[in-house]
């Protein structure tokens, strides 16, 4: 019997309050579930309509990758958020994403502030734990008349896969890899709608701002030498509108707005400055 059942996850989302997650569709196979929410949204499916699939024989990531989706495995989700906000303020929405699945996965690990499990978000786009990638968002816009029409949240989530395709195996993790157990995708997802319909509304109110202290505690980039868009130096954080800091190899500063990272040292930990005292780290801004 698969663990992503409809029925248990509307339970869940019953249980929990959740404001979005309806209706929620679970197709066994599915060529994206991004698509599939994109089609909907299309045909008018309304905010926090949510669309899963046991399989995806087309999961895509950023930058045209494939995202691993064999069946039985992990979670693979998109939800239709319909936002109110005017296009130029979505991009950190990225960002709000990755701090929501990040909790939803201290959670499910039982991981504290100071855990060495606790789950890092790696700009723009990456949940991390132990420094390797455990979940992927993508999301996509489809604007009508330079307003937004609808917002497809993507979430790539490994959940029981004890094992990798060998290109993926020495970067990527489970939850099952990670030591969680009795792990059920259906009560997951719906932790995950749950705080996606929290955290959204937050964003459309507040924007960033209520987010930025967490994002970095969570920042597993800072202080890291890396390469994006076109710029080598070193992470200095993520700014209130979302752009990574970064300080040049010739001490400039820039601000990036989107781009593929390449590090070139070992991640940082989260909780870091948590666990080195108040005050820790300011430096490094
Ligand atoms: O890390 C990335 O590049 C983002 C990965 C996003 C993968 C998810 S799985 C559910 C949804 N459907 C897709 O085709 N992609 C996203």
């Not at 409809?6 to 196979?29: D, N, Q, T, W």
């Not at 996509?140 to 004890?162: C, K, P, Q, S």
């Not at 707005?257 to 991640?267: A, E, F, R």
Request: aromatic letters at 2%; charged letters at 20%.
């Amino acid at each position: 019997m698969s663990d992503l059942d409809p029925l248990r996850i509307e339970a869940e989302l019953e249980r929990l309050g959740a404001s979005i997650g309806r209706p929620v569709v679970v197709a066994s196979v599915t060529a994206s579930t991004n698509d599939d929410a994109r089609r909907a949204a299309s045909g008018g499916a309304p905010h926090g309509s949510a669309f899963l699939a046991d399989a995806q024989t087309q999961g895509r990531g950023r930058s045209g990758h494939r995202w691993h989706s064999p069946a039985g495995e992990n979670l693979y989700l998109s939800v239709v958020l319909r936002p109110k906000l005017a296009p130029q303020a979505l991009p950190p929405l990225a960002l709000v994403l990755g701090v929501c699945v990040a909790r939803v996965v201290d959670e499910v690990l039982g991981s504290s502030a100071t855990s060495s499990t606790r789950a890092g978000v790696k700009w723009p786009n990456d949940v991390l734990v132990d420094g390797k990638k455990l979940a992927g968002l993508l999301v996509e816009t489809t604007l009508r008349g330079g307003t937004i029409d609808a917002v497809i949240a993507g979430i790539g989530l490994n959940v029981h896969a004890a094992s990798f395709p060998e290109e993926l195996a020495p970067r990527a993790t489970s939850l099952h890899a990670l030591g969680g157990r009795g792990l059920d995708r259906s009560s997951i997802a719906a932790r995950l709608l749950a705080e996606i319909g929290h955290v959204a509304r937050m964003f459309e109110a507040h924007g960033l701002g209520p987010f930025l202290a967490e994002l970095e505690d969570r920042d597993v980039l800072r202080g890291v030498p890396l390469d994006v868009s076109g710029v080598s130096g070193t992470a200095a954080g993520i700014d209130p509108e979302g752009y990574l800091r970064v300080i040049g190899s010739d001490g400039t500063k820039h601000r990036i707005g989107s781009g593929s990272v390449t590090t070139h040292g070992p991640l940082g930990s989260p909780g870091a400055r948590i666990r080195r005292g108040p005050g820790a780290g300011e430096a490094a801004g």
